[in-house]
C-alpha cells in the first residue's frame, strides 16, 4: 500500500479492494487500488470491460462499500460511515452523472435539477433562481417546465450535468457520461465537464472513448482490478 504526504486530496484511496460472488465463486473486481485524486483534478479511468472502473468509481463514492481498504474524501473515511450519514454526505459533497441519465421522468426538467437543494434545505427562491442560471448554463434556457421523456437523450444528459453541479459538490463523478450519446451530443457534454473542471471542478470519469479521455489532464489506465498505468499531462489546480 501506498502512503499519499500531501494532505491535498479531495479523494484518497489506499488498498480498496472489492470481492463478489459469482455462483458461490469469488470474483475480485477491485484489487489494492491505491489512488490519490488532488483538488481541481480532471482524472479520466479508461480500461477494457470487466478492468473495474465502474465499481471503483462506486466504491470511491460510497454507492458500493470495499471487502477491503479505504476511501477518504475531504479527509473523512466513508468507507466507515453508516447510511443515514453517508447518504448525507454524498448529497453535500459528490455530483453523481450517469451513462442512463437517472432522471426522474414524472418531474420537470426544473424539479428534477432542484431535487438536491430541496433536500439540502436551500430556501425556494434560492433554488429557483439557481436552477435558472444553471439551465442557462448548460444551454437549457426556457426547458424548465418539460418532462425528461419530451427531450432528446443529449438534452436529458445535460440536465444530468445540471442537477450534479447545482448544489456546489466538491467533487463529480461521472461514469460514462457520453455512452449513450451521438457524438455531437457527446461533444457538448465533454466541453461542459471541460468548463467545469476549468472552473477548479474535481472530476473523475469513467470513459471507454480515447477521444473523450484526452479532455481529462490525467488518465488512469485499470485492468483485471489493477492500475497498471498513468499518464499525466497538464497540472491540476491548487
Known amino acids: 500500500m501506498k502512503h499519499f504526504n500531501d494532505d491535498d486530496h479531495v ?33 479520466a479511468l479508461v480500461g477494457p470491460s470487466g478492468s473495474g472502473k465502474t465499481t471503483f468509481l462506486n466504491l470511491i463514492s460510497g454507492l458500493d462499500r470495499p471487502s477491503a ?31 442512463a441519465y437517472n432522471l426522474i421522468p414524472v418531474l420537470t426538467v426544473e424539479e428534477n435539477v432542484e431535487y438536491v437543494m430541496l433536500l439540502q434545505g436551500v430556501p425556494k427562491a434560492e433554488r429557483h433562481a439557481r436552477v435558472a442560471g444553471i439551465l442557462a448554463d448548460v444551454g437549457l434556457e426556457g426547458f424548465g417546465d418539460r418532462l425528461p421523456p419530451k427531450l432528446s437523450g443529449g438534452q436529458q444528459q445535460r440536465v444530468a450535468v445540471a442537477r450534479a453541479i447545482v448544489g456546489g459538490p466538491r467533487l463529480i463523478l461521472a461514469d460514462e457520461p457520453t455512452g449513450n450519446l451521438d457524438s455531437a451530443n457527446g461533444d ?51
Open 69 to 99: 481498504g479505504s476511501v477518504s474524501l475531504g479527509g473523512k473515511d466513508i468507507s466507515r460511515m453508516g447510511g443515514a450519514e453517508l447518504s448525507d454526505f454524498r448529497r453535500d459533497r459528490i455530483g453523481f452523472i450517469f451513462q
Open 188 to 238: 457538448d457534454v465533454m466541453s461542459l465537464l471541460s468548463g467545469l473542471h476549468d472552473a477548479g471542478t474535481t472530476i473523475v470519469m469513467v470513459t471507454h472513448s480515447p477521444a473523450y479521455a484526452q479532455y481529462a489532464q490525467r488518465i488512469v489506465h485499470l485492468f483485471d482490478g489493477h492500475i497498471v498505468s498513468e499518464n499525466m499531462e497538464k497540472q491540476f489546480h491548487v
Open 11 to 43: 479523494m484518497l484511496a489506499q488498498g480498496l479492494a472489492k470481492t463478489y460472488e459469482d455462483n458461490s465463486v469469488p470474483v475480485e473486481a477491485v484489487r489494492g487500488i491505491d489512488l490519490a485524486i488532488h483538488r481541481g483534478e480532471f482524472a
